[in-house]
C-alpha cells in the first residue's frame, strides 16, 4: 500500500494520517506500507517527533498491527526520529530518500 503526503508538517495532521493509513491497512489486510513525504514542508520538534512515535505504536498496538512500514521523506520534515522511536518499540521500519529504494526494501519481506 502506498500513501502520498502533502502539505505542511503538523503533528496532528500527521498523527490523523498515519492512523487513517493503518486502518485502511488492516481493512485490506495489507502488511507491507510506503509513506510518500517527499512533498511534506515543514518541521516538527524532537519531541513532537518522539510523541508521535510513541501514539503511533500504542495505536498499532490496539488495533493488532505489526506492518512493515517504509517512510519516504526530506529533512527537515522527515529526520529518521521517530522511525527510530517505532524500531525500539518493536515496529519493523525504515526511512529512505526515494520511493525506489523504500519498495526495494518492501520487497525483500514476504506479503
Known amino acids: 500500500m502506498v500513501a502520498t503526503a502533502s502539505g505542511n508538517l503538523t503533528f496532528d495532521e500527521t498523527l490523523r494520517l498515519f492512523k487513517q493509513v493503518f486502518d485502511t491497512a488492516k481493512q485490506n489486510q495489507v502488511g507491507k506500507i510506503l ?3 517527499l512533498s511534506v514542508e515543514g518541521e516538527l520538534s524532537t519531541l513532537e517527533r518522539y510523541n508521535l512515535g510513541i501514539e503511533l505504536m500504542a495505536y ?14 526530506k529533512p527537515p520534515a522527515v529526520d529518521g526520529f521517530g522511525v527510530r522511536v517505532g524500531q525500539n518499540r518493536g515496529l519493523t521500519t525504515e526511512v529512505f530518500s526515494s520511493q525506489q529504494e523504500a519498495l526495494h526494501w518492501l520487497n ?3 506479503s
Open 60 to 73: 498499532l498496538k490496539q488495533r493488532q498491527l505489526n506492518p512493515r512500514l517504509a517512510v519516504v521523506g
Open 35 to 37: 509513506v510518500n513525504g
Open 108 to 110: 525483500k519481506w514476504p
